[in-house]
């Protein structure tokens, strides 16, 4: 086998090349001295390597001792130590076997002493000064020796012994899968440079796949070899077939690239979304077997859509998929959907069900309350993207630790100690908790890479994200109504006969109360009269030159599917948002997507507006799915020209995906990433004010930014702001999502508006609420924001329901070149010309010319043959 070797001192080394080389085990590191840490973690940090060794160019020093133990406690596989330290060192010798390896000159294979001396002290070997020449001569009798005694004595001692070759560096050095071979027959390794291996084809050069698939054995006739593919935590998803040409893929591209019998090369997931992150390449021991390790997106391995190829998930796989399904879409009265919603009734139970692990005494009991505990930690890991393969991560990296920590109990957990006792349940009642509160900056204190780091959003990583909505998009294109109700049936636990309910509606699904009618009707009213003024159905006529006359007139989009977000939730404000600028722009079908209540209606509400602005159709769907059935159309839904609407991510992802879909034929309003609010306040703020408005945005998730800009504000000023926001909140129901979100915003001390303004421009909010003195007088230095809301009386919440302003606003700083939706959103333009005879002889030379130049004839010829009839009647 091929073990890579390089020198960290060598700053030209390709990221990416040296990630396919850790694909294939282990490889070996030369750093300039074990004293010196910097330039491995540097290296590090910019590679990171799955299983590495170490190896000095400097001789060791007794000083060393401690940085080794570091290296081991960070991740090293193994460090290399020359067999005259290690023989003569204490310390050395207390360190684990495993982790050990030592440096053996050529001259000493022979010297079975000093074998028996390392036995059980080391589990590595590297034979250096060897001459190629050599390698076909004595040297290999005696290094087969050497390596049939090492093997003895470690597997007494209960190790596994791994026996590398280190050629002597010539000018005309060259490595061959011939020598790999040549190694590989008595379990040896090659140990080659990093600057003489290749991914491509060079003659001058060792291809890492053709080093690997060298040694391997096949009893086929193609030759294949038999491949096992699992995923992270040692899973088997499938069995396929390799080659040495899918190896070199799959090492280039990092993904999962296997041989089919019947098509060649197979770059699983290229059709179905199914991709596989490609995280480790293995032999087995007797060479005739390849594992791949992956990291699976997608519905699954196989191709009936399960995870695996022998069936669904069991155990604790099983539960993380449940609670990642429920986190995205979790059916009405859901217990796990509660857990996420509220962290401290999530804590609770963590802290309960540990309790009762530790008092349980049978085993039936034991195991009971241990599936228990595991079940609430996976939520708390799920809630938090955290997946059980970073969990095994971390144990693995302890596992590598040589230092141990005592590991003793704290006080307050110390059943031993009388500080347990001490503290009783009316003490716990009495314990403040945290403060809630915005990071502070002053903008004169920071430099300019913190200011643009305060302008940033928080990355959505949207790879994981496509790779699941991809299957889901296909399906409901390539299936329709069936699909719809079979994701309907999953994510909502609702079975549905029709996705869709068609107008007129039934009265009695739209029946209110007459507070709540009276309060849609006002809001309608108002939006609609501001909508409707943005309507300009007047032509634009213009005469460029005499006889020379353009025009630009709208028209509607004739079919629109609008998103509203739902399921247990009631949301006719943005149905009203979305259905009403498409109403009065004329839009001959609207379709409003919404997923259903659990026994399958509308909440009244959102029918009830539907109805309404004319919408012709509801769509009984929420998420990707109902994204897919307005993009692509079903045998109930029809297809639409445009979606509207927010979502959540996967929703995102899926109005993304169907917008650069050219075969989709379908827009969208704009991009959507989570809510946020700047506000500006000065001295003559009102706190409380300030503070509601923050935690009005605060409150929509974990993930919202909310922003304040102080504009010269006084300490006492500040802190009032700051004490209003901690006892609002504080009584609020949604408080656990604002203890998270509150304190990743930021409050920004500025010294006066022109610094206050300029920075609000940059950052491009989605709601900018002005709180300051003659606050309409700084409007017009406004650029960029979704919606501005002026003054003190001008909470963002009137625009979110009621004043007449849209709230489907461009968000991630995407107001710099996006609009919030408006009348104009459902509306095309089309521009129109006539020309006169004279007006065509006047400007038809003009035209000639250019289209000559740009060398088009029959565009020039157009306007000849009518120039010619007009010169010559």
């Not at 992270?232 to 799959?250: H, I």
């Not at 986190?327 to 509660?338: D, E």
């Not at 993009?631 to 996967?650: F, L, R």
Request: glycine share 6%; aromatic share 6%.
């Amino acid at each position: 086998m091929l073990v890579p070797f390089i020198d960290i001192s060598n700053q030209q080394l390709s990221v990416d090349f040296v990630k396919s080389l850790d694909l294939i085990g282990e490889i070996i590191l030369r750093i300039p001295d074990f004293n010196d840490t910097s330039l491995l973690s540097q290296f590090l940090e910019k590679h990171q390597l799955d299983k590495y060794w170490l190896i000095s160019v400097k001789e060791i020093v007794p000083d060393d001792i401690e940085n080794i133990v570091k290296f081991l406690d960070q991740g090293a596989q193994k460090v290399v130590i020359p067999g005259s330290k290690i023989l003569t060192s204490d310390y050395i010798s207390t360190l684990p076997a495993d982790r050990l390896a030592v440096n053996v000159n050529s001259r000493d294979l022979c010297d079975e002493e000093l074998i028996k001396k390392l036995a059980g002290l080391v589990s590595g070997y590297l034979v250096t000064d060897v001459d190629l020449e050599s390698i076909s001569g004595n040297f290999f009798q005696d290094l087969n020796n050497f390596i049939q005694n090492v093997q003895k004595s470690t597997l007494i001692s209960g190790l596994i012994a791994k026996v590398t070759v280190i050629l002597q560096e010539t000018n005309d050095i060259k490595y061959s899968t011939n020598l790999v071979q040549h190694l590989s027959t008595i379990s040896a390794d090659l140990v080659v440079p990093i600057k003489y291996l290749t991914l491509d084809s060079d003659n001058n050069l060792l291809n890492v796949a053709d080093a690997l698939t060298c040694t391997l054995k096949s009893d086929r006739s193609d030759g294949l070899f038999i491949t096992v593919v699992v995923d992270e935590r040692g899973v088997a998803l499938g069995v396929v077939y390799s080659s040495t040409e899918s190896v070199k893929e799959a090492l280039k591209t990092r993904t999962g690239v296997y041989q089919s019998r019947k098509r060649g090369l197979w770059h699983k997931g290229a059709t179905s979304g199914s991709v596989q992150e490609l995280k480790k390449i293995e032999a087995d021991c007797d060479g005739d077997t390849l594992k791949f390790t992956v990291k699976q997106f997608g519905t699954g391995f196989c191709h009936l859509n399960t995870r695996t190829c022998f069936g669904g998930s069991k155990g604790l796989i099983a539960l993380e998929e449940t609670l990642q399904n429920r986190k995205i879409s979790a059916p009405p009265g859901s217990y796990t959907q509660r857990l996420f919603q509220n962290p401290d009734l999530l804590h609770s139970k963590i802290m309960e069900e540990a309790d009762e692990l530790c008092s349980a005494s049978t085993k039936d009991n034991i195991a009971w309350e241990t599936a228990d505990l595991l079940y609430f930690a996976l939520v708390k890991c799920v809630a938090n993207d955290i997946s059980l393969t970073d969990v095994e991560a971390h144990l693995d990296k302890r596992a590598k630790k040589v230092t141990r920590r005592p590991g003793n109990a704290k006080p307050q957990w110390d059943v031993s100690s009388k500080k347990a006792t001490e503290i009783d349940s009316d003490t716990k009642d009495k314990q403040i908790p945290d403060t809630i509160k915005m990071q502070k900056f002053k903008l004169s204190e920071i430099d300019s890479r913190k200011r643009k780091s305060l302008l940033k959003r928080p990355i959505i990583k949207s790879d994981d994200i496509m790779a699941r909505v991809r299957p889901i998009v296909n399906d409901v294109r390539n299936k329709g109504d069936a699909a719809l109700i079979e994701y309907t049936a999953k994510f909502d636990k609702v079975q549905l006969n029709t996705p869709v309910i068609s107008a007129p509606f039934s009265p009695e699904a739209m029946a209110l109360d007459d507070v709540t009618r009276c309060a849609i009707d006002q809001a309608y009213d108002n939006i609609y009269k501001f909508h409707d003024a943005q309507y300009d159905r007047s032509t634009l006529v213009v005469e460029t030159m005499p006889g020379v006359v353009c025009s630009r007139f709208s028209r509607p989009i004739e079919r629109v599917g609008l998103y509203v977000p739902g399921g247990t939730a009631i949301l006719p404000s943005t149905t009203l948002m979305l259905g009403i600028p498409a109403k009065v722009a004329g839009c001959k079908e609207i379709i409003i997507a919404s997923p259903p209540r659990k026994d399958g209606t509308v909440v009244p509400e959102v029918l009830y507006v539907a109805h309404k602005v004319g919408a012709s159709k509801v769509l009984l769907a929420g998420g990707a799915q109902a994204i897919a059935a307005l993009a692509y159309g079903t045998e109930s839904v029809p297809k639409v020209d445009k979606i509207c609407g927010p979502g959540n991510q996967y929703v995102t992802a899926a109005k993304m995906l169907a917008q650069n879909d050219s075969s989709a034929m379908i827009s969208i309003d704009m991009p959507a990433g989570p809510s946020e609010l700047l506000v500006i306040a000065d001295n003559s703020s009102i706190p409380k004010y300030v503070a509601s408005d923050l935690l009005s945005q605060a409150e929509h998730g974990t993930d919202s930014q909310v922003v304040l800009i102080g504009v010269s504000l006084t300490p006492e000023h500040l802190a009032n702001i700051e004490r209003e926001i901690h006892e609002q909140a504080s009584r609020l129901p949604r408080v656990d999502i604002v203890r998270e979100s509150i304190p990743k915003s930021f409050i920004l001390q500025v010294n006066n508006m022109k610094e206050a303004m300029k920075f609000s421009n940059d950052y491009s909010p989605e709601h900018l609420i002005l709180h300051i003195d003659e606050a309409e007088k700084w409007v017009d230095a406004i650029e960029n924001a979704g919606s501005v809301f002026v003054g003190a009386y001008s909470p963002e919440s009137c625009g979110d329901y009621a004043s007449g302003t849209n709230h489907t606003l461009p968000t991630y700083g995407y107001a710099r070149m996006y609009s919030g939706v408006n009348t104009l959103t459902f509306l095309k333009h089309i521009t129109a010309q006539k020309l006169t005879k004279q007006g065509l002889k006047d400007l038809g030379h003009t035209v000639m010319r250019l289209a000559e130049v740009e060398g088009l004839e029959a565009h020039r010829n157009a306007v000849h043959v009518r120039i010619h009839d007009i010169e010559n009647d």
